[in-house]
């Protein structure tokens, strides 16, 4: 935690994206977490990746629970909006919002306490809905805020700091969305920009519900030896199966790999994902090999991370609802009033 | 890249880089610090041990420090560094009994400076406690040199001048005022056993064009005339005057006209405005001063009519640069300019000149006509002669003064104890942590978002009916603390530990500059390329640290660095620490100390 306020300079060659915006206009109010905690890394990542994709602040809309990943959203965008809602009712809430103004692009973020104990219907359901979103749960294996209680994240067999065993058995999140049908997936690492930046920016452009599971050491509760959740663990375990590369529509596609290696994830709004495949195998759309890769690892005791999965063809809530084109606020009177020629064909339809 | 060895005092102290710049290596921002506090003596007292002149200093250095200040890389103007040292001096206390005391006891040696001015009196300074016998000689009735001939009082006040010159002196130094020096053979006779040349470049360059016999009258050598205004041998001068030449000794001129009955005063350069020589706030203060500049014009003649100066007539020039990027000026080809005028003040350049030397006395002199001296020792060939200041290598300033006569003490020093003078001592290094608490520092490292504070000055009317009257106020104690504040504390280091890093990324996160980046090594033009913000200042240190557990390197560009503790205050492990480097030259006196 920080007393003193972030100084207003900036470093003079900070580059502008094409907003005229550099990524310290993205940041928000200063952290409150412990110094060191991997949620702020994430909070680093997202501001980056609003950055590089020049998104306009206020098209944003943050929603989270409770716990100390849940408020981050203060730290990051200050000028979005923004909703600190109930435990593990992020998602409730965000669908909601979504349902009103589908123009906005939404972050949920949300804790492993507050996504797979007390929010887990609500994070299956979301996910299923396939509401147009991006799901961050910023995954510590306990319950940072109420000081460290093991979470349902938590590995069976991995040690509390005061040398407790962990006897529960852990909820993949990974896993539950790709069982859920979200139809974008992925794991990364709080300690891993690189690979986590480009994840968040794909994860915006995609349609659909997007889930990025991200391990996020508390340094706190659940950074020593035993924990599975640790800067060193996670470092010692980390098996990435590609690293992405995320083109804009608008940029010109070049890339430079050697042949094979590189597969090209054409999007829905023409952005393109450059996957560099560490692991020749993996198949980011098959839904049913993934899994099985995914059980295959953990019983290994590896942190499989990457694109997971993708649907090319991915819909979202709007079109299956087949919901009006634009934001409900928009709708003026005419036509939330059609008229009573209107009200007999639908009373027609009824009879 | 190697691992920064951070052990080397100069690492730390190029950061700093006010100190760095300045020629006597004054720690300013700790005596910025004591003026935030309010402890005006302890603030003097640094800069009286490192620049001899703190008061002398604050009002007319060149300040090097401020455009090395990285104030100026972050916002828009350096900290007012030298306006901040005459705070000090301006509300100090009396600090006599903080000043060495004449030495008990005489070494024996006895040592010879030719001329009074800075750069002889500071060697006399840092000799004179230590017990050797300091005779000076200056042609002039009374110490100073320059310091008291050319500088307008109305920049640096009388009163100023003798306090800190009298320090000097009574530290049982013996000023032969009044006497030339004529011959260097009949000196070296006296038995002395050293001898240090101070005597300045005296010479004004004059300006050989058709008209300047018939019309001598009214034509002057800019810096006879400020001497003789400053004797007071001359106290007028006609109501139209121009001013030949772009440098301060112009600017003295011609703010000097102003106040000696010249009502339309012109500056004439042959450059054009930015490349003049003259400081930025010299030309400000003139131009202020209702003196406007021309530039891009060329003298060509002084007009005259029975013996007596009309005006001075111009070939208009422009700047073409050869593909080297050199400048040449070349006429434009329009009609010559004439400016009336009634008299002349020719401020081209000041040489040197050294009738009074013997060419064979062991001292040799190159192709300029200049001693060879070492510009580390100031030795010069003859090895019981050290010359500084102006002397060594053509006119400077003060401060440039001030630190060769620092460095020919510890040579003569030296030389008296039979030692090498190439052998130089090291600076004394002084580190603590600044750590007091969680969020708590020694230091304020809040880092305030002002502008550089004005001096306010002395109403223009009043300025110019009196020469005597000194035109900038100073800051008072309310603005000297705001300008104090804007201090970034470059001397609190950020010490990095690479064992005790998790590489968490919260340093990287929470810095507000984007100095620090974890990453693959690589070689360093690569590596500046592909840090967190691009590295472009190559004149600025990568600060590179390894023993990171992933085998990646620690790389913080020092270059903007705000010094405002936030990595460290983040840091959950310590690996960052916020620790004030305290480097001191070690001067002749203290040298002795440290021996002892
Ligand atoms: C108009 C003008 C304005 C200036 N303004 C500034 C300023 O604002 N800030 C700044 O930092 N610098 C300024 N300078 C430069 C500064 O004054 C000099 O760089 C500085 O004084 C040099 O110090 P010094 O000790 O080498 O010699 P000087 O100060 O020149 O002193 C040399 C002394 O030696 C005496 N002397 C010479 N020969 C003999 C001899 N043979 N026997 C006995 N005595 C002798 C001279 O009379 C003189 O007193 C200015 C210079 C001029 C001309
Ligand atoms: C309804 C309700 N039940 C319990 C709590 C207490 N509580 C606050 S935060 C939290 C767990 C947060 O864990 P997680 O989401 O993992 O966040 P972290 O702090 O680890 O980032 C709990 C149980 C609460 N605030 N509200
Ligand atoms: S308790 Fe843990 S999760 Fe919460 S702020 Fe501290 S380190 Fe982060
Ligand atoms: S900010 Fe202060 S310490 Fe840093 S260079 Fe400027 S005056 Fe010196
Ligand atoms: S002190 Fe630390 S946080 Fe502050 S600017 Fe320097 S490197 Fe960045
Ligand atoms: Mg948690």
Not at chain 1, 67 to 78: D, H, I, N
Not at chain 2, 127 to 156: H, N, S, W
Request: include cysteine; proline fraction near 5%; hydrophobic fraction near 35%.
């Amino acid at each position: 935690m920080t007393y003193v306020v972030k100084p207003k300079f900036h470093h003079p060659e900070l580059p502008k994206n094409k907003l005229g915006f550099t990524h310290r206009d993205y940041e928000g109010a200063v952290s409150t977490l412990c110094a060191g905690c991997g949620h702020d890394s994430i909070t680093a990542s997202i501001v980056e990746a609003c950055f590089e994709l020049a998104i306009e602040p206020h098209r944003v809309a943050k929603v989270s629970g409770i716990g100390c990943s849940s408020k981050t959203p203060t730290y990051f965008l200050g000028n979005s909006h923004g909703f600190n809602s109930v435990h593990g009712r992020m998602p409730s809430v965000l669908t909601g919002a979504n349902l009103a103004n589908r123009d906005l692009i939404y972050l949920g973020v949300s804790g492993d306490g507050d996504s797979a104990s007390i929010g887990f219907g609500q994070f299956a359901h979301c996910m299923r809905r396939g509401v147009n979103m991006v799901y961050i749960v910023e995954n510590n294996g306990v319950y940072g805020l109420t000081k460290g209680q093991f979470s349902a994240t938590a590995d069976r067999g991995s040690k509390s700091k005061r040398g407790i065993t962990n006897t529960d058995n852990a909820i993949d999140m990974v896993g539950i969305a790709l069982q859920s049908g979200a139809s974008f997936v992925a794991r990364s690492f709080s300690g891993d920009k690189k690979q986590l930046t480009p994840l968040i920016k794909a994860a915006i452009e995609h349609r659909g519900a997007a889930f990025i599971d991200v391990i996020s050491p508390c340094v706190a509760f659940n950074n020593h030896a035993g924990s599975t959740k640790s800067f060193d663990y996670v470092r010692e375990h980390n098996e990435a199966v590609n690293f992405l590369d995320f083109i804009t529509a608008r940029a010109p596609i070049h890339v430079d790999y050697a042949p094979g290696t590189v597969e090209m994830v054409e999007q829905h709004d023409g952005t393109v994902l450059a996957l560099r495949k560490l692991n020749a195998e993996y198949d980011v759309h098959d839904l049913e090999a993934a899994m099985s890769f995914l059980h295959h690892h953990a019983a290994k005791g590896q942190i499989v991370t990457g694109l997971l999965y993708v649907e090319n063809e991915s819909e979202d809530l709007h079109c299956h609802l087949n919901t009006v084109e634009g934001p409900l606020n928009t709708l003026s009177e005419k036509e939330l009033c059609p008229g009573s020629a209107a009200l007999e064909k639908i009373n027609a339809a009824l009879r | 890249m190697k691992h920064t060895d951070i052990s080397v005092p100069d690492y730390f102290h190029k950061v700093v880089d006010c100190q760095w710049a300045c020629p006597a290596h004054t720690p300013v921002p700790e005596y910025i610090r004591l003026i935030a506090a309010g402890r005006y003596t302890d603030a003097y007292m640094i800069n009286w041990e490192s620049n001899v002149f703190p008061g002398i200093l604050g009002r007319t250095c060149d300040r090097p420090c401020e455009p090395a200040c990285r104030r100026g890389r972050v916002e828009k103007d350096p900290v007012a560094i030298c306006r901040l040292k005459r705070v000090a001096a301006d509300f100090k206390d009396d600090i006599r009994d903080r000043l060495p005391k004449p030495a008990e006891k005489k070494n024996g040696k006895r040592i010879a400076l030719v001329g009074g001015g800075p750069a002889s009196l500071a060697v006399a300074r840092d000799l004179a406690p230590m017990g050797y016998e300091c005779v000076v000689f200056d042609q002039d009735p009374q110490a100073g040199g320059m310091m008291r001939t050319q500088i307008p009082k109305f920049r640096l006040p009388e009163s100023v001048l003798d306090e800190e010159c009298q320090y000097i002196l009574d530290l049982g130094i013996e000023f032969v005022g009044g006497k030339r020096i004529d011959s260097m053979k009949a000196l070296l006779s006296e038995g002395f056993d050293a001898i240090f040349v101070g005597c300045g470049a005296p010479r004004g360059r004059d300006l050989d064009i058709p008209g300047r016999k018939e019309a001598v009258k009214n034509i002057h050598i800019g810096i006879d005339w400020l001497s003789s205004v400053s004797f007071g041998h001359i106290d007028k001068i006609g109501k139209r005057v121009i001013v030949l030449g772009g440098g301060n000794t112009a600017m003295d001129c011609c703010r000097s006209s102003r106040r000696l009955g010249g009502e339309d005063v012109k500056v004439v350069v042959r450059s054009g405005f930015e490349e003049m020589k003259a400081s930025p706030w010299e030309k400000e203060d003139a131009i202020h001063e209702d003196i406007p500049i021309f530039n891009f014009l060329v003298p060509k003649e002084f007009t005259h009519e029975n013996g007596k100066l009309t005006g001075v007539l111009f070939e208009k020039v422009k700047a073409e640069y050869d593909p080297k990027g050199r400048r040449k000026l070349v006429p434009t080809g329009e009609p010559d300019q004439h400016f009336p005028c009634d008299d002349v003040l020719v401020a081209v350049g000041q040489e040197n000149a050294f009738p009074w030397i013997e060419r064979d006395c062991g001292i040799e002199f190159d192709k300029w006509d200049m001693p060879k001296v070492d510009p580390k020792t100031m030795a010069s060939s003859n090895p019981k002669v050290f010359f500084g200041g102006d002397a060594a290598f053509g006119p400077k300033n003060i401060i440039w003064a001030v630190a060769h006569g620092h460095e020919a003490a510890i040579s003569i020093d030296r030389l008296c104890r039979g030692e090498d003078i190439g052998v130089r001592p090291a600076p004394q290094v002084t580190i603590a942590s600044q750590k007091m608490g969680i969020h708590e520092w020694s230091y304020d490292n809040e880092i305030t978002l002002d502008k550089r504070y004005r001096v306010p000055h002395r109403e223009k009317s009043a300025a110019l009916r009196n020469i005597r009257a000194e035109v900038e106020l100073g800051y008072d104690v309310e603005l000297a603390l705001k300008e104090a504040e804007r201090c970034l504390n470059c001397d609190v280091q950020t010490v990095f530990t690479g064992q005790l890093c998790i590489e968490c990324d919260a340093c990287v996160d929470i810095c507000p500059m984007d100095c620090i980046t974890f990453t693959e090594n690589g070689e360093e033009t690569e590596l500046r390329g592909r840090l967190q913000a691009p590295a472009k200042n190559l004149t600025q240190d990568l600060y590179v640290a390894n023993n990171l557990k992933t085998g990646r390197v620690m790389v913080k560009d020092e270059d903007v660095c705000l010094h405002c503790g936030l990595c460290a205050e983040r840091c959950p492990t310590g690996a960052w620490d916020m620790q004030k480097y305290l480097i001191d030259m070690t001067l002749a006196e203290q040298a002795c100390h440290l021996k002892a």
